[in-house]
């Protein structure tokens, strides 16, 4: 992007190349006579918000729920595990084997075993979700936990200040920008958890919708859900964001 | 005369601090063991300004911590000494190292806040004093470099210390910015009353803030020799092309020398 350009220039190129982008979809798809079930025109897809015989909002609420419950009960255990990490060096030595060797392997694989353990019930599909999510909120938030300017420390200790007042005043507010850093990634990680276990077990959701439109070659209804996941990744990520700029005005990067 | 008067009055204030016979070692994370400090006696007169200079390394800022009681040596004895009774330090860093999430007015407050006493009056007069009034909303992030170094001063000075410490204070401030804090800071001890102890290997720096030189070897940290600053309390920058200033500054340079070459004659020191 040239230097010269504007933010609201910035913004209005990038909306007009997606705008652009559409209309071509639209016009290919229309000379080359594509079939819907191949690739669906924009056109389609709007229409089949309206004409397909599918409930878009209680499939949407599902996949929503579901990875909504994930990602808190992930966040509050993760950040949990995260100050006991940082509290004990002794547990944290016991405890970091596990966390690294589940860190490396790619989660999402262990879906179809969790139904097998937890029984093809919403749990398994919201502990599919725990995991993705948990994972970086303990390696942020004990970063952000850790790695404290250590004249502050210095400093408050030299007035007499114990480990917990170091703690509640300079490690945990230090760890806020780590945290809402994981908390973007995780955000990510419950929508792809919940897709993924919907895909292995389930009646409803997205992810269900996507699984039995390939089973009828509804490729148009697939696009709606598509579209709809797109939509909602970008609103959680950007609560997500906002919220970050709320909580820490005085953020750096924000 | 009246000036020696002074003197022995001042004199026969008790010491604020007193160190004696100081040695630290520790061992690395390789298992090596470190002699940092040896044999480390000095004191620090009530309402005066101490300076230790030394290369890098060699054990001043280990110093101040000991002072600090975040770290403890492993010979000799400090006797901490405080007018009023309990003893508190005021640290000023390298850094200006403030708390990114408070406002300034919540930097300056901290060690009220850690020491469970409130003192609006000294939270507005030090910020005020340092200029920063406009500011007591502002957060760190907000500011210049300059202006998170003054509000580090205020917070250094809010809860009345017994001492203040600071650890080669203005550190990639520049040149400009760093003579006005140095001002600053000088009128700042001098008008609150304050004894401070100050390490740098910044010997400009050490002979305006100071009333003492004090010169250490590279490690293990010793005290080798002492420079007394014959300059009036109370220092403006005129002084710094004053006669004074460079007969002082020039006696702590060749002391520094000296110790220098000794030190590369004789590989044991």
Request: glycine share 8%.
């Amino acid at each position: 992007m040239s230097r010269s350009l504007s933010r609201q220039a910035g913004y209005g190129l990038s909306v007009l190349s997606f705008l652009l982008g559409l209309v071509l979809w639209e016009l290919m798809v229309g000379w080359f006579d594509v079939p819907s079930f191949l690739f669906p025109a924009p056109s389609a897809i709007f229409e089949v918000y309206f004409t397909a015989d599918v409930d878009w909002l209680r499939h949407t609420l599902a996949t929503l729920r579901t990875a909504l419950t994930g990602f808190t009960i992930g966040v509050v255990f993760g950040f949990a595990l995260a100050v006991v990490i940082t509290l004990s060096h002794v547990l944290s030595r016991m405890i970091m084997p596990y966390v690294v060797a589940l860190q490396v392997l790619p989660k999402v694989a262990i879906a179809p075993i969790l139904y097998i353990m937890l029984g093809f019930t919403n749990t398994s599909r919201v502990i599919l979700i725990v995991i993705l999510t948990f994972f970086p909120i303990v390696i942020n938030v004990s970063t952000g936990l850790a790695t404290v300017d250590r004249n502050l420390v210095h400093l408050l200790q030299s007035l007499g200040a114990g480990r917990f007042s170091v703690f509640y005043k300079v490690r945990l507010p230090n760890s806020l920008p780590y945290f809402f850093d994981g908390l973007r990634i995780a955000v990510s990680g419950a929508l792809v958890g919940a897709i993924v276990a919907e895909f292995v077990s389930s009646s409803e959701g997205l992810g269900f919708l996507i699984l039995n439109s390939q089973y009828t070659f509804n490729t148009t209804a697939a696009f709606g859900a598509f579209v709809i996941l797109t939509a909602l990744g970008l609103a959680l990520y950007g609560s997500v964001v906002f919220l970050g700029w709320r909580v820490m005005p005085w953020n750096e990067r924000a | 005369m009246a000036g020696d008067a002074v003197e022995r009055a001042r004199m026969s204030q008790p010491d604020v601090v007193t160190m004696t016979g100081i040695g630290k070692r520790y061992s690395t994370a390789k298992g090596d063991d470190v002699t940092a400090l040896t044999d480390v006696s000095l004191s620090v007169r009530d309402q005066e300004t101490l300076a230790i200079v030394g290369p890098s390394g060699c054990g001043k800022s280990t110093l101040l911590r000991l002072i600090a009681g975040v770290d403890h040596q492993t010979e000799g004895t400090i006797q901490r000494d405080s007018p009023d009774g309990g003893f508190v330090v005021g640290y000023i860093f390298q850094e200006s190292s403030l708390m990114p999430w408070r406002s300034v007015y919540d930097n300056v407050r901290l060690p009220l806040e850690v020491v469970g006493r409130s003192d609006p009056e000294a939270i507005d007069e030090l910020i005020r004093m340092v200029g920063m009034q406009d500011f007591e909303k502002a957060y760190p992030i907000e500011l210049s470099g300059g202006m998170q170094r003054r509000v580090s001063l205020a917070r250094a000075f809010v809860h009345k210390p017994s001492i203040v410490l600071m650890d080669e204070p203005f550190t990639g401030v520049d040149e400009f910015t760093k003579e006005g804090l140095q001002h600053e800071l000088s009128r700042m001890i001098r008008e609150l009353g304050a004894t401070a102890m100050l390490v740098t290997h910044d010997i400009e720096e050490a002979v305006f803030l100071s009333d003492r030189v004090l010169i250490m070897s590279p490690r293990p940290g010793r005290i080798l020799a002492e420079v007394v600053v014959e300059l009036p309390k109370e220092r403006d920058p005129s002084m710094r092309s004053s006669i004074k200033f460079f007969d002082a500054a020039r006696e702590v340079r060749e002391r520094v020398l000296e110790i220098h070459q000794v030190g590369q004659a004789d590989p044991a020191v």
